[in-house]
């Protein structure tokens, strides 16, 4: 399925608002409701939906995601899109919390299952990632492997410096030089901090 695009929200409070409505609705054979949804970085909206087939008697908890765009200043007043796919269409997108998958039920689909494998492997990097400490100004980052930057140089190991534009954030700078590099994603990297020597 393709973008959906619209002027307004509906009434509703945000782009997560409307979306759990639009997956909560009853019919005749069948009811649909969103047990837990969550929208991850105001870019992708991730659902544990619930359907109860009457007839059948059956119940199913699958995963529902979307891709969102969400622009209440656009120019030309479309300030909500959004493109919904369920999890057997093995989404790309695979941040999807653990309370949501947590409430899934098994399922025999191929791609479902790889896609929540992908999610799971994706909260445990999380986990190592934020347990990894920050670099501070004075140490010594040393990387497993080499880093490239695109002044054709590279370095396994960089000294952390202080960004004077920012006191969030930390430069580094090349040994035996004054270049100083930024790096993006620093936590996705492997890295040991080695504090200066004494003197």
Known sequence: MGWLYMQS????????????????YE????????????????????????????AAGEREVGAVIC??????????????????????????????????LDLLTPTDSQLALQWRARCRDSIRARRINAAKPNPRAGQVIVFDEPLAFADGRRFDQLEVVANPRS??????????????YRIPNI????????????G
């Open 9 to 24: 929200l509906k009434g509703h409070s945000g782009p997560r608002q409307y979306l759990d409505a639009q997956f909560t």
């Open 27 to 54: 019919r005749r054979d069948a009811i649909s409701n969103v047990l837990r949804s969550a929208l991850v970085g105001m870019r992708v909206y991730y659902a544990a939906v619930e359907q109860l087939r009457i």
């Open 67 to 100: 891709l969102v765009r969400y622009s209440p200043r656009d120019r030309e007043g479309y300030i909500f899109g959004y493109k919904d796919m369920c999890e057997s269409m093995g989404p790309n997108a695979c941040d999807c919390p653990e309370s949501i």
């Open 167 to 180: 006191h969030r954030s930390v430069l580094f700078r090349a040994p035996g030089s004054n270049s100083l």
């Open 187 to 198: 936590k996705n990297r492997t890295y040991r901090l080695l504090n200066p020597p004494p």
